[in-house]
């Protein structure tokens, strides 16, 4: 066994499926920065609002005002390097940690796949992506057509986590039993040609949610298995624009379809990039010298091979940490970040804050938009998390104030959330005083009981 | 079983896009009809009978100013009360030209600042278009130049006939009275040009869709000027202690009730797309949360809203007729009032706009 796995380590193939992929993804991320800044959504999702919401541990990541372009003009250009592989390593550390420190600038606008973008460009660190079709391959030093195959198997697998993983949490009794969130949602897309009417229809609501379970379960075996691979890219492509018509997920469709191309052999990808040689004026010629790639030193392998394989237990576990927590995981969403639960819920809530003097028995309640964006307040009223954090900024800010200086202050919250068409229930306990509350990983026993139960994983 | 397998995978793709089946459709809910019906039934004449007693608002402003009695003085009153009631009919419709003249920050901003309309009036030069200049127009300032000068009638009827600065406050008070009808104006003036066509034409359900932002904006308006303005701020909901000073037309003091009951009905009569000033009920969010619910089977929500507006409504009753002396002597109601107003914010923008779907900004989201 082990035998087996040093003897596949050791397996070469063709570069051009990594090198096409590291062009497509740098490309893909240069164009969402654009988006991202043309959108005016830099200005208004980090720099205007006056509060942003940190993740645990992370407390020190905060936009630079007027500076946070800096970022993502670092992103950008770091994007741009990727995909012409110019100063590969540097380039690709750059991104990863540029793009991770925007996305952990406010969770507010957390999403599944900009976590993934984190995460695939975290691995292409290790991954010698830029050994073909590249400027750093125009050095002959660097150019190698031959690579480890565990290189682009290691792309397929995390890509092959994400569809599997995202089918897996499918399988819960609201979204195959009840069809929830997909019936709230789609009949608001009343204004599409042709399938406007259908997806008024109750089976099309069924339809939908069974199709995108299986497409999830089975994607990754359909783009594994050669015989059924350009039928799996047709429904990976149909798929995506399809989902990319009815939701507000803008780039992520885009960025999964060129994932699923990795998935071919390099015929296919010797032909892209030829075009995209042919494009540039250039030849692929050059870069086809039959040289292998290998690592430097004997340590540098080992700490690769360590990292990959820790990075894959990660993420092979990380998903099912919810199973430390009790309570729904829909309602307390204790676990439910970094773990492919994409499109699973649809949450609404209300959360209304009461500052306390015990002292003088003063009391009063906050108007949240004093403080939040209504992005900000939306995604804050339906997760504990939020509501812990921004409860503490309210002690803070208040005991700032001149009539509550030196004062004990308590905060309570009286909120309400509705979750996949229920009617909206009392969320959080009104008697705690959550300024004595601490954020940690324990369960927070300050969330009240769903009352009801969602069965699934 | 590869076969089998391709053969499902093909069903699932036909099944999930393909399948144009137009049998069904007729059932749909039409947006645009409910547009249609917000803006020609609802809005439009709201804002045409706003404009209309404000013409006849300006109509007695010039009848004062030109002979100031005590009379006169009187009709004033009388025209800008109903003025202001049909003001709390058109308040919550903050879209096309209302929203681009910001027309709620510059018709009712209270408490307004007393010192600086007398600044105002005393130099006699100010750009009542400036933002910083929102607290010493509209109604509220009006409600000081009317109510609030001195304590008799006879009083204030004096400060505009003084040699000294009665003039001043006569263009003042003009001055207010004309922008709040130029704003009406023009507001009417973009309905019945292209605007109302703009608006029902715009059925989409993008963020920026007709329906989502006046969905939006009603929720705003509810929440923010009708249960904090009028109700919870003099209350002190937000503040630890009541502030008698803060509610609506606090100088004439006995219509702030009359206002918030005014507004509470318009917000509820567009829940339920009535007619402005009839019983017909049209396309509403009454009649789309219904049409949801067929699809969902769910809970009544729009009974639930209902039933909770009539709360607010028996809470209110027992208010007194003005506000500030409630306050004073038992505040307990306008807090109990409160929290059935806060009961429907929950039931509108948690269980509704669930129900609804609308978008709350134009953001990427996975719906997580």
């Known amino acids: ?457 | 079983m590869l076969k089998k397998l391709i053969f499902w995978s093909v069903a699932i793709l036909v099944s999930s896009c393909g399948g144009d089946e137009p049998s069904d459709v007729t059932d749909d809910f039409d947006r645009g009809e409910m547009l249609s019906n917000w803006a020609d039934n609802i809005i439009i004449p709201a804002y045409v009978s706003y404009q209309a007693e404000l013409s006849g608002l300006k109509t007695q402003g010039a009848a004062f100013t030109n002979e100031p009695t005590v009379q006169n003085l009187e009709n004033l009153r009388t025209s800008w009360i109903n003025a202001y009631k049909a003001w709390q009919h058109v308040s919550m419709f903050e879209v096309g030209k209302a929203e681009s003249l910001n027309v709620r920050n510059y018709t009712n901003i209270y408490p307004t600042n007393p010192s600086g309309i007398n600044d105002n009036i005393a130099s006699g030069s100010y750009n009542l278009e400036l933002p910083s200049k929102n607290d010493e127009q509209g109604f509220p300032a009006l409600d000081y130049m009317i109510n609030g000068l001195a304590s008799t009638d006879a009083e204030m009827v004096a400060v505009y006939t003084n040699q000294d600065n009665g003039q001043a406050h006569k263009t003042y008070l003009n001055d207010l009275i004309d922008r709040l009808a130029e704003m009406a104006d023009e507001i009417v003036a973009d309905w019945k040009g292209s605007y109302r066509d703009t608006f029902v034409s715009d059925d989409g359900s993008s963020a920026t869709s007709a329906t989502n932002k006046v969905v939006n904006d009603f929720l705003f308006y509810y929440e923010k000027f009708l249960r904090a303005g009028k109700v919870g701020i003099p209350a002190g909901v937000f503040s630890g202690s009541a502030i008698p000073t803060a509610v609506e037309a606090y100088y004439h003091g006995e219509v702030s009730k009359t206002l918030f009951q005014e507004a509470l009905n318009s917000t509820e009569n567009f829940f339920n797309g009535q007619h402005f000033g009839a019983s017909t009920q049209g396309e509403s969010l009454k009649s789309y949360l219904d049409y949801l619910n067929t699809i969902k089977d769910g809970e009544d929500l729009s009974g639930l809203i209902n039933t909770q507006f009539s709360s607010s409504r028996s809470a209110a009753s027992l208010l007194d007729d003005n506000f500030s002396e409630q306050i004073g002597t038992d505040n307990s109601l306008m807090l109990q009032t409160y929290d059935e107003l806060q009961k429907n914010v929950i039931l509108m923008k948690v269980d509704m706009m669930q129900a609804l779907n609308v978008k709350i900004d134009y953001i990427d989201a996975d719906g997580d």
């Open chain 1, 1 to 457: 066994m082990i035998q087996a796995f040093d003897k596949y380590l050791t397996q070469k193939t063709e570069a051009a499926p990594l090198a096409a992929f590291r062009v497509l993804f740098g490309a893909v991320m240069f164009v969402s920065i654009l988006r991202f800044w043309h959108n005016g959504w830099i200005e208004k999702l980090y720099i205007d609002p006056t509060f942003f919401f940190s993740y645990y541990g992370f407390e020190f990541i905060k936009p630079l005002g007027q500076y946070t372009y800096v970022i993502f003009i670092i992103c950008g250009i770091a994007s741009l390097c990727v995909a012409f592989g110019y100063k590969y390593r540097l380039a690709i550390v750059t991104f990863f940690i540029s793009f991770t420190y925007i996305e952990l600038m406010d969770k507010t606008t957390y999403l599944n796949h900009y976590y993934f973008v984190s995460v695939v460009s975290f691995l292409m660190v290790f991954l010698p992506a830029h050994t073909y079709f590249s400027i750093d391959a125009k050095n002959e030093e660097t150019a190698r057509e031959l690579v480890p195959v565990w290189t682009i198997d290691a792309v397929k697998l995390l890509i092959a986590i994400v569809y599997f993983y995202a089918g897996l949490a499918k399988l819960n009794s609201d979204w195959l039993v009840q069809a929830m969130p997909l019936k709230i949602w789609l009949p608001s897309n009343y204004d599409l040609p042709i399938l406007g009417g259908l997806l008024q229809q109750q089976w099309a609501h069924y339809a939908f949610s069974w199709a995108g379970a299986v497409y999830d379960l089975s994607i990754p075996f359909l783009l594994f298995y050669k015989r059924t691979r350009w039928f799996a890219f047709g429904m990976v492509v149909a798929f995506h624009l399809l989902t990319s018509l009815l939701f507000p997920i803008g780039m992520f469709p885009f960025i999964m379809i060129i994932c699923a191309l990795i998935f071919f052999d390099a015929r296919i990808h010797k032909i892209i990039l030829a075009k995209m040689a042919w494009v540039m004026k250039t030849s692929l010629s050059e870069f086809n010298n039959g040289k292998e790639w290998m690592f430097k030193s004997k340590w540098g392998m080992k700490a690769t091979y360590f990292v990959v394989l820790l990075f894959f237990m990660v993420q092979l576990a990380l998903p099912f940490r919810q199973l430390f927590y009790p309570g729904e995981l829909f309602w307390t969403e204790e676990g439910f970040r970094f773990s492919w639960r994409v499109m699973l819920m649809e949450k609404a809530g209300h959360a209304n804050f009461k500052v306390v003097d015990p002292e003088s028995g003063t009391r009063f309640y906050v108007q949240n938009n004093d403080f939040l964006t209504p992005l900000q307040e939306k995604q804050m009223s339906v997760q504990p998390d939020f509501i812990l954090q921004f409860a503490h900024y309210l002690e803070q800010y208040f005991s700032q104030k001149e009539a509550y200086k030196g004062k004990d202050l308590q905060v309570f919250v009286e909120s309400h959330v509705a979750l996949n068409g229920r009617r909206s229930k009392p969320y959080i306990d009104p008697t705690r005083d959550l300024t004595i509350e601490k954020e940690s990983f324990r369960h927070k026993d300050w969330i009240l009981p769903f009352g009801d139960e969602i069965k699934g994983l």
